[in-house]
């Protein structure tokens, strides 16, 4: 039976397993009875769900979870872009423009602009791949999934990563006992990795760098993991090699 775990992102910036399921068919059905039982175990629906562009997921999704910001993987999205266009000899420059839309226009009018521009220009407006993601862009263009809690994901790249893991402790040869026996085991490796890594983030804390740092740093290098005390130092070194200009000026402001 078909293997369904969800995963998710914990307070290191790694991956997690809220829950697993084994399905037996992948139907509307299947799913909204896996998603009822999660949101039993959770007591809570999740902030958001980020899925592949399968209907029926999509359908159980509205559902259970109405209201729940549902999200396309984005790397899907592109790869559907390759395979509905990739054979036009012009592909290269509008794969330019799609890319330059999707991941440096953050406006939702700005990225509608561009947009329209590649359907106009290219002459894609009509029924198509372009057309239809473009109806779908609420759920996939991160200029419409701004404000929105995603733990730094807009791909089910987590989800793959993960399979990738389980399978390496289980197979299609294995039966059920041995199943659940080798899953066990797996979530024992991460619960303690996990562990690891909160031990890590009270015992080694980062050094911080009198000259360079921010008094900011001070504060939250003893409220934030490791892992995520490092993003903030990042967002800190783009600071300092930002330039201000003063372009106009009124009264005091």
């Known amino acids: 039976m078909p293997f369904a775990p969800f995963i998710g992102v914990n307070h290191h910036g790694k991956s997690i397993i809220f829950a697993a399921a084994l399905i037996s068919h992948e139907d509307a059905p299947t799913f909204v009875w896996v998603f009822e039982e999660f949101l039993k175990c959770m007591g809570k629906a999740p902030?958001?769900?980020?899925?592949d562009q399968d209907r029926?997921?999509?359908k159980a999704i509205k559902q259970v979870f109405p209201g729940v910001p549902h999200r396309l993987c984005l790397w899907h999205m592109l790869q559907n872009a390759t395979k509905a266009l990739g054979s036009r000899k012009d592909w290269p420059k509008i794969?330019?423009?799609i890319r330059t839309a999707i991941h440096d226009l953050l406006d939702p009018d700005e990225f509608d602009e561009a947009w329209s521009h590649v359907m106009?220009?290219?002459?894609?407006?009509?029924p198509?791949?372009?057309?239809d993601a473009y109806e779908l862009r609420r759920q996939w263009a991160p200029a419409y999934n701004r404000g929105k809690f995603w733990a730094g994901?807009?791909?089910t790249q987590r989800s793959e990563g993960m399979s990738r893991f389980f399978k390496t402790h289980v197979n299609l040869e294995c039966g059920l006992v041995l199943f659940i026996k080798n899953y066990e085991w797996c979530m024992r490796i991460k619960a303690e990795e996990e562990k690891?890594?909160?031990y890590d983030s009270i015992d080694k804390i980062p050094r911080l760098e009198p000259d360079k740092s921010v008094l900011v740093e001070y504060v939250l290098v003893k409220s934030y993991t490791n892992e995520k005390f490092a993003e903030v130092v990042v967002e800190r070194k783009g600071l300092m090699h930002t330039n201000v200009t003063k372009i106009d000026a009124l009264g005091t402001v």
Not at 47 to 51: A, E, F, S
């Open 120 to 126: 106009e220009e290219y002459r894609l407006s009509g």
């Open 128 to 131: 198509g791949w372009m057309k």
């Open 95 to 97: 794969d330019t423009l």
């Open 56 to 58: 029926t997921i999509g």
């Open 153 to 155: 994901m807009s791909s």
């Open 47 to 51: 902030k958001g769900i980020l899925t």
């Open 196 to 198: 690891q890594d909160n």
